[in-house]
């Protein structure tokens, strides 16, 4: 298990375009506590320590920021758990874009570069990316990099043949993760149907995805085929994506840019929440979390993603 950190007390509010902000009540005779580093984005395991990555989003879809402790609930298999400590994650990212070159992919290529390329405007100068293609069969195209010119060259020169190997490219692409040493790690799928020439199963990937500290977005670009597996698509990439905490985004072609920029957003606005469980066996069985978001009065309805649980350590 990686070895957790330990949250300040205070919270860093990041604003970003397209992004809802809750101000801050004042804390009255109090000073302003020097900030100390957020905690990794994902769920960590340090005898009783567990971290929460949390997006809340309004009803635009539109990230949420400045809320506090009391606005969550936290729940592990249906008990309602004590939030120690909290935070809003604000630091560098790693992000390893998977990007379907296969045959029914076809024009779709071209909005799906550009949907790429308004990812990296958005990105920060430190944080790092690389590229997995994946058709018949996945390819690590380039390595883990902090040069976004060199990922979006060799797009320009993808073309479009083969099967969808889908399963196979994300396990080759939380593999060559491993070779970050960020705490904050995303994946961005881009597609446009099911796998029908992955090795793995959907079970063993699955089963890697929830060991794993990866975030997982999807942009599915979905119609124009008919075969079972591109319409079992949707319900593939919405079931990895939701198992991290990310979700799935279904555009047209022509929506992929403005999909992309808001995946950008919401991944660098997240909430760590902490709490130790109250049932602390270290039974190695797989415990689900829920996070309930409590809006502050006068604000709709807010719809909250994260991880849906953790394996726990066995003795």
């Known amino acids: 298990m990686i070895a957790a950190r330990l949250i300040s007390a205070t919270l860093s509010l990041a604003l970003a375009a397209a992004q809802v902000t809750i101000p801050q009540r004042p804390k009255l005779g109090s000073k302003t506590p020097q900030q100390s580093?957020?905690?990794?984005?994902?769920?960590?395991?340090?005898?009783?320590?567990?971290?929460?990555?949390?997006?809340?989003?309004?009803?635009?879809?539109?990230?949420?920021?400045?809320?506090?402790?009391?606005?969550?609930?936290?729940?592990?298999?249906?008990?309602?758990?004590?939030?120690?400590?909290?935070?809003?994650?604000?630091?560098?990212?790693?992000?390893?874009?998977?990007?379907?070159?296969?045959?029914?992919?076809?024009?779709?290529?071209?909005?799906?570069?550009?949907?790429?390329?308004?990812?990296?405007?958005?990105?920060?100068?430190?944080?790092?990316?690389?590229?997995?293609?994946?058709?018949?069969?996945?390819?690590?195209?380039?390595?883990?990099?902090?040069?976004?010119?060199?990922?979006?060259?060799?797009?320009?020169?993808s073309r479009s043949h083969g099967s969808t190997a889908l399963l196979d490219a994300i396990y080759l692409a939380l593999h060559e993760m491993k070779n970050s040493k960020k705490n904050k790690k995303a994946l961005l799928l881009i597609t446009d149907g099911g796998d029908n020439h992955s090795r793995y199963s959907q079970r063993e990937v699955t089963n890697l995805v929830r060991e794993s500290d990866v975030l997982i977005y999807s942009i599915g670009v979905f119609g124009g085929g008919n075969t079972p597996e591109e319409a079992g698509g949707p319900g593939l990439l919405r079931h990895i994506s939701e198992q991290t905490g990310g979700r799935l985004f279904e555009a047209v072609p022509m929506e992929l840019p403005d999909v992309a920029k808001k995946i950008g957003i919401e991944l660098r606005n997240r909430y760590i929440l902490a709490y130790s469980p109250k049932n602390a066996l270290r039974d190695g069985k797989y415990h689900r979390i829920t996070v309930k978001v409590v809006p502050p009065r006068g604000l709709p309805k807010l719809q909250a993603h994260w991880r849906l649980g953790y394996n726990a350590p066995a003795e």
């Open 37 to 157: 580093p957020a905690p990794s984005a994902n769920i960590r395991v340090e005898t009783t320590l567990i971290l929460v990555p949390v997006t809340v989003n309004d009803p635009l879809s539109r990230p949420v920021s400045g809320l506090e402790r009391e606005n969550f609930r936290v729940f592990e298999d249906n008990v309602e758990q004590q939030i120690t400590q909290f935070a809003m994650d604000d630091e560098p990212v790693a992000v390893g874009l998977v990007f379907d070159t296969s045959g029914s992919m076809g024009a779709k290529l071209v909005t799906s570069r550009l949907a790429a390329a308004q990812f990296f405007r958005i990105s920060n100068p430190e944080d790092e990316f690389f590229l997995v293609e994946f058709d018949d069969s996945p390819h690590l195209r380039v390595s883990l990099t902090h040069d976004t010119g060199t990922i979006e060259n060799q797009l320009t020169f």
